[in-house]
């Protein structure tokens, strides 16, 4: 079938209009009419070809909320009407280690990714949520918690994942010591997460001035990183430190800051570490510096279910479908607070 769309043709081109084609349904499949799609640094990046390997025209959005409406013959779980999420994958090969654990996203076959990806059985391309239908298979299509504000929930499908899952890795509960690196669409997420899950929880910033947001998105402190009394003053502190910055930036200040044996995790920033890591505070106190994507199908379930009983929701500016270049431009400048969500009934009212 073909729908409406919104679509990058080249590196330097707007994203724009654009008519692309879903597949018919399978016997496993859900179709979904999306509702919300979230507005993510990775949209920007394969629309852009930063990362160097976009295949056009590609079709961003990964953080989908929308609602069913049809289902193929084998598809028990989900039904006409339903409220459902879609996040940043739409298939995995199933059978590796990675797979058979619940971790779809370290699939040793590479997931399918929900856009600018190919599908494992026909070879199309996938196409993500800038559009307004979407067909997906049942094991990869999310349950959304009722109650939940169906636009600010969005972002829980990649901003919301991918902060969850270091959290209940590294088993973050009452008594945890958290620090947040960056407050964007995955720091405020993660303030808001840790403080659920009963942990002390710190914001490490280079700005002045966002005491007060960091607060009330959970924050029970924070710490200007630039100033080296204030960093001085929590070494030692942390068992894990959320690192959500986007770009190269040097985590040799922040390591002194970890507890014997904590661990700083990235979660926003691909590629070599400038200037390189100082080993000796690691080895002497067997700290850590790894590393964390999205979550797997069952872990996002389990993140939206909490953000269920505990209301939780990203803070949201909601726009048309039509403003979405000049939202990446914003995006650029952190001009959000603290995340973009495209209302997707903009783009049936603009046929």
């Known amino acids: 079938m073909d729908v409406r769309a919104y679509a990058a043709t080249s590196p330097t081109s707007d994203v724009a209009p654009l008519t692309v084609a879903r597949r018919a349904p399978r016997p496993s499949d859900v179709v979904i009419d999306i509702l919300y799609c979230g507005v993510c640094h990775?949209?920007?990046?394969?629309?852009?070809?930063?990362?160097?390997?976009?295949?056009?025209?590609?079709?961003?959005?990964?953080?989908?909320?929308?609602?069913?409406?049809?289902?193929?013959?084998?598809?028990?779980?989900?039904?006409?009407?339903d409220s459902v999420g879609v996040g940043c994958m739409v298939d995995s090969?199933?059978?590796?280690?990675?797979?058979?654990?619940?971790?779809?996203?370290?699939?040793?076959?590479?997931a399918t990714y929900t856009y600018n990806g190919l599908d494992r059985h026909d070879g199309t391309p996938t196409h993500g949520g800038y559009s307004e239908r979407i067909?997906?298979?049942?094991?990869?299509?999310?349950?959304?918690?009722?109650?939940?504000?169906?636009?600010?929930?969005?972002?829980?499908?990649?901003?919301?994942?991918?902060?969850?899952?270091p959290l209940r890795h590294w088993k973050v509960g009452p008594g945890s010591k958290v620090a947040v690196v960056g407050l964007g669409g995955l720091g405020h997420m993660a303030l808001k997460l840790a403080n659920a899950l009963g942990a002390d929880v710190t914001l490490f910033t280079r700005s002045a001035g966002k005491e007060d947001d960091a607060r009330r998105l959970g924050a029970h402190r924070v710490v200007l990183s630039t100033d080296d009394g204030?960093?001085?003053?929590?070494?030692?502190?942390?068992?894990?430190?959320?690192?959500?910055?986007?770009?190269?930036?040097?985590?040799?200040?922040y390591i002194p800051t970890l507890a014997t044996g904590g661990t700083l995790v990235l979660v926003g920033y691909l590629?070599?570490?400038?200037?390189?890591?100082?080993?000796?505070?690691?080895?002497?106190?067997?700290?850590?510096?790894?590393?964390?994507?999205?979550?797997?199908?069952?872990?996002?379930?389990?993140?939206?279910?909490?953000?269920?009983?505990?209301?939780?929701?990203?803070?949201?500016?909601?726009?048309?479908?039509?403003?979405?270049?000049g939202a990446y431009e914003r995006m650029l400048k952190s001009d959000v607070k603290y995340r973009f969500v495209i209302d997707m009934a903009s783009l049936k009212a603009g046929a």
């Not at 009722?146 to 929930?153: E, I, R, Y």
């Not at 001085?232 to 985590?251: C, E, K, M, S």
């Not at 510096?289 to 929701?313: R, Y």
Request: charged share 20%.
């Open 42 to 81: 990775s949209d920007l990046h394969t629309a852009r070809n930063d990362w160097g390997n976009s295949m056009y025209p590609v079709v961003p959005g990964h953080e989908i909320v929308g609602r069913v409406v049809g289902v193929g013959a084998g598809v028990t779980r989900f039904k006409e009407g």
């Open 271 to 325: 590629g070599e570490l400038e200037p390189a890591l100082n080993t000796v505070p690691m080895v002497m106190n067997r700290k850590s510096v790894g590393g964390s994507l999205i979550g797997g199908i069952a872990e996002t379930q389990e993140m939206l279910d909490f953000c269920g009983k505990h209301g939780i929701t990203a803070d949201i500016e909601t726009i048309a479908i039509e403003e979405i270049n």
């Open 135 to 165: 067909v997906v298979s049942d094991r990869f299509v999310l349950k959304m918690p009722q109650g939940l504000d169906l636009a600010g929930a969005a972002p829980l499908l990649c901003a919301g994942i991918t902060t969850w899952s």
């Open 93 to 110: 090969c199933q059978h590796c280690a990675p797979c058979e654990h619940g971790y779809e996203q370290y699939c040793e076959n590479q």
């Open 230 to 253: 204030a960093m001085a003053a929590v070494a030692g502190r942390f068992d894990l430190i959320i690192d959500t910055v986007p770009y190269v930036h040097d985590l040799n200040p």
